[in-house]
């Protein structure tokens, strides 16, 4: 459903050890995550990604919401091999709030 907004921006404080967004966002442990919500998978060109991504962009995957929220739910069972060491988003309302807070740094 449609996510918050608001409380997206608390939920991407689980986020920010490892990724930036907004004006001079820079990639970190992860990649920056300006435009993510349309974005092709591992599309950043500085940033070395695991062959799990590389191979879904490659694929032509796009991170459109649904797979955001497979992946955000359980990052290393949507790609394994993903090097993103996160444990993922249990609850459904965080995983919708936290896209559509990025889905603001996608237009
Ligand atoms: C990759 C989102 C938490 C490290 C990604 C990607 C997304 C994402 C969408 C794919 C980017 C792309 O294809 O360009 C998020 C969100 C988080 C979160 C919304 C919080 C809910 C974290 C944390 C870390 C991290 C806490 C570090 C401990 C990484 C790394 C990658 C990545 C290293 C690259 C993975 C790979 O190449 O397999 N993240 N992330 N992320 N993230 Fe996160």
């Known amino acids: 459903g449609e996510g918050d907004v608001a409380k997206g921006e608390k939920v991407f404080r689980k986020c920010k050890a490892c990724h930036a967004v907004g004006d001079d966002a820079k990639n970190r442990v992860g990649p920056m995550l300006n435009g993510i919500v ?41 790609a394994k091999g993903t090097k993103m060491s996160f444990a993922g988003l249990r609850k459904e309302d965080d995983r919708a709030d936290v896209i559509a807070y990025l889905a603001t740094f996608s237009e």
């Open 38 to 78: 349309g974005r092709q998978i591992a599309e950043v060109e500085e940033f070395s990604y695991s062959d799990a991504l590389k191979d879904m962009g490659a694929e032509g995957k796009v991170w459109d919401a649904a797979e955001l929220a497979a992946f955000l739910e359980k990052p290393r069972d949507y």
